[in-house]
Nanobody, 132 residues
């Protein structure tokens, strides 16, 4: 089971980036896939999530209205498009996935966001740097 993030980079404030999270070794069927970020000196925090069982999408308030999470089933990849980027969006972005076969998808996302430290499988992350 492996997750690989990509798509980060250096962008000016107001610009856009699309991050990718590709899974290998498993399919995203009946999974909650979530994006997190961690800025220097700060705790890892949830950003957005998608649940494949019902297609629901979740956004934290600080990205709501300027981010879109989507999935390409054929490529087994989840994307996070971020627009109108701000300097405070600078962080390493990670994705994580948890199965929803034994738990309600919404509860799974809530648990992932509340307790990222309990997630055992992370990708290497991708750096997003927004210059002001």
């Amino acid at each position: 089971v492996q997750l690989v993030e990509s798509g980060g980079g250096l962008v000016q404030a107001g610009g856009s980036l699309t991050l990718s999270c590709t899974a290998s070794g498993f399919r995203f069927d009946n999974y909650a896939i979530a994006w997190f970020r961690q800025a220097p000196g700060k705790e890892r925090e949830g950003v957005s999530a998608i649940t494949t069982a019902d297609g629901a999408r979740y956004y934290k308030d600080f990205v709501k209205g300027r981010s879109t999470i989507s999935i390409d089933d054929a490529r087994n990849t989840v994307y996070l498009q971020m627009d109108n980027l701000k300097s405070e969006d600078t962080a390493v972005y990670y994705c994580a996935a948890e199965t929803t076969t034994r738990r309600d998808p919404a509860i799974t996302v809530g648990t992932m966001f509340r307790a990222p430290h309990a997630i055992t499988s992370w990708g290497q992350g991708t750096q997003v740097t927004v210059s002001s």
